[in-house]
């Protein structure tokens, strides 16, 4: 069984810029959540999504968002990158209890 | 609201000692609990999880947990270190039942001594 897939694993964008991270989920499993983990500070909860709908979101700017699509997969769109916006991008997937992990996006603004 | 704190952003034991690492929770209603680790330039991998059943939950690796609903905690422990227990670990809790929001705590980095 495939696990969760996150593309590209790494990207370089410049400040102001856009940036687009993509997640599959796990077959089956309906939630996808987006972490953001930045250099010392943890990991930070971005966005859930369940069956198609943006269930919560963590304390981000709105130029952090995102969408799920009919398949669960996910796509997180980050606008007007910012320096400090550089960080590791873990996109989860959940049916009922635990998440399982992709390996991440790492994401570096210069 | 759910909320996770971990005690420890650092831990470092020696190769074969006992190894805890600290996690209380708060939680409105019955928490599922896991723990996470997370090698270099990795994601994060199970451990282990609590989901109301068993109060002593055993894991990968070796690793096991024990909740206590009186403390409030879910501390970590591995009877022997070993250098490849060295990682970020992450506890975290849910509201379980159904898919929610997982709150993950700050995480501790766990290093082995020679």
């Known amino acids: 069984e495939a696990g969760v897939t996150q593309s590209p694993t790494h990207l370089i964008k410049t400040r102001g810029q856009q940036a687009t991270l993509r997640c599959s989920p796990i077959?089956?499993?309906?939630?996808v959540y987006w972490y953001q983990q930045a250099l010392g500070l943890g990991l930070q909860f971005l966005l859930w999504?369940?069956?198609?709908?943006?269930?919560n979101r963590g304390n981000f700017p709105p130029r952090f968002s995102g969408r799920q699509f009919p398949n669960y997969s996910s796509e997180l769109n980050v606008n007007a990158l910012e320096l400090e916006d550089s960080a590791l991008y873990l996109c989860?997937?959940?049916?009922?209890?635990?998440?399982?992990f992709g390996q991440g996006t790492r994401l570096t603004v210069v | 609201a759910q909320s996770v704190t971990q005690l420890g952003s650092h831990v470092s034991v020696s190769e074969g000692a006992l190894v805890l690492l600290r996690c209380n929770y708060s939680?409105?209603?019955?928490?599922?609990l896991f723990w996470y680790v997370q090698y270099p330039n990795q994601g994060l991998q199970l451990l282990l999880k609590?989901?109301?059943?068993?109060?002593l939950v055993k894991g990968i690796n070796g690793f096991e947990a024990e909740f206590k609903k009186s403390e409030t905690s879910f501390h970590l422990t591995k009877p022997s270190a070993h250098m490849s227990d060295a990682a970020e670990y992450f506890c975290?809790?849910?509201?379980?039942?159904?898919?929610?929001?997982?709150?993950f705590g700050s995480g501790t980095r766990l290093s082995i001594r020679p």
């Open positions: 975290a809790v849910s509201e379980g039942s159904s898919a929610s929001k997982i709150i």
């Open positions: 999504y369940d069956e198609g709908e943006e269930r």
């Open positions: 989860a997937s959940s049916r009922v209890t635990e998440a399982f």
């Open positions: 077959s089956g499993h309906t939630s």
């Open positions: 609590y989901t109301s059943a068993a109060t």
């Open positions: 939680s409105s209603v019955p928490p599922y």
